[in-house]
């Protein structure tokens, strides 16, 4: 029996070797390579990939659909540890708003890991909207919705900071999740914020006056994101009337540094992006709130599903 136990533990811990249909079945978050069978490519970022496998351990084409997310190249120690941060952060949450952990795949003893998701098949908010074109009632039953998952990533003392109709995903008319928690960041008890230390991309045309400033990333920077996600929801994704478009139209002739600068100077002379053309003026006046320059007056997302909620109804 000591041998059989053993056996087991080497087994669980080495998951390659056992012979498949036994022990590899033990942990259904355990994934194995040799039984994903690659579909299509379903999206790129900055640093991931995203693809649709399919995951058939019978190999008799009765498996089902997965997103599979992997770093795009190899960025070394640091952008491993974050990898594996995003993917810790999202196995922790549990929320019909927040896309599903499955589990990983891990090769090279733990060098590669990807990321299984439940597979949404409408894709990205963005892709969808400009697909489906919602009417107004719909565009509100998503912001609500987005609003839902984000006030429960907040009560759970994360913060987004790269919220946009891009990482947004649909899985049919009435429901879509919030996914790429790939710049989420924990703030502990006490703290109000998070300060970017790492220069990386970054989405500066959905930030927040004070992440442009100070790089400082809080429950309320999130808010304004928020504000541009349902700009773009509203305008129905159209790319002429983008918020990187629209406010670069508004700054004039910047370029490279000077454009997060004359961005700033354009905040804060109080110019926004415009009502988007058939937006009820109480959803427009939402988003302005979400944008005010003082992150204390930006309503939280438990108000803002009521504020939502009200104006749908
Ligand atoms: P990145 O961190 O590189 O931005 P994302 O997680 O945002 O990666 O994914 C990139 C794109 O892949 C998304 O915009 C979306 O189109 C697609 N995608 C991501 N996850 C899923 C999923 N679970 N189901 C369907 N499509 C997905
Ligand atoms: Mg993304």
Avoid at 6 to 32: A, C, Q, R, V, Y
Avoid at 117 to 142: D, N, R, T, W
Avoid at 211 to 228: A, N, P, Q
Avoid at 232 to 237: N, V, W
């Amino acid at each position: 029996r000591i041998v059989l136990r053993e056996l087991t533990e080497i087994m669980i811990k080495n998951p390659d070797i056992s012979p498949s249909g036994t022990f590899s079945n033990l942990d259904p978050s355990i994934f194995h390579k040799r039984h994903l069978k690659r579909v299509r490519i379903l999206g790129e970022g900055n640093f991931g990939k995203v693809t649709l496998y399919m995951y058939d351990p019978n190999n008799d084409g009765t498996g089902e659909r997965v997103a599979v997310k992997a770093l795009k190249q190899d960025g070394g120690q640091t952008q491993h540890e974050c990898w594996m941060k995003e993917i810790d952060i999202l196995k922790s949450l549990y929320h019909p708003n927040i896309v599903k952990y499955k589990g990983c795949c891990t090769e090279q003893g733990g060098q590669i890991v990807q990321l299984i998701m439940e597979y949404l098949p409408l894709g990205s908010l963005k892709e969808h909207i400009i697909a489906s074109k919602p009417g107004v009632p719909q565009c509100l039953l998503f912001a609500q919705q987005i609003c839902q998952g984000m006030a429960y990533l907040h009560s759970k003392r994360y913060i987004h900071r790269d919220l946009a109709a891009r990482n947004v995903l649909v899985e049919n008319d009435n429901m879509v999740k919030i996914g790429d928690f790939g710049l989420t960041k924990h703030i502990p008890e006490g703290e109000g914020y998070y300060r970017v230390r790492e220069n990386g991309d970054s989405p500066v045309y959905w930030y927040a006056i004070e992440c442009l400033k100070e790089s400082k990333f809080s429950f309320s920077s999130d808010v304004w994101s928020f504000g541009v996600t349902l700009y773009e929801i509203l305008t129905r994704c159209d790319y002429r009337m983008s918020p990187p478009k629209k406010l670069v139209e508004m700054l004039g002739p910047a370029q490279g540094q000077m454009i997060v600068t004359a961005l700033i100077a354009l905040l804060e002379r109080r110019k926004t992006l415009p009502c988007p053309k058939d937006c009820p003026q109480e959803v427009y006046m939402l988003m302005k709130q979400c944008w005010d320059i003082d992150p204390l007056l930006r309503p939280p997302f438990d108000s803002l599903i009521e504020r939502v909620e009200t104006i749908r109804k």
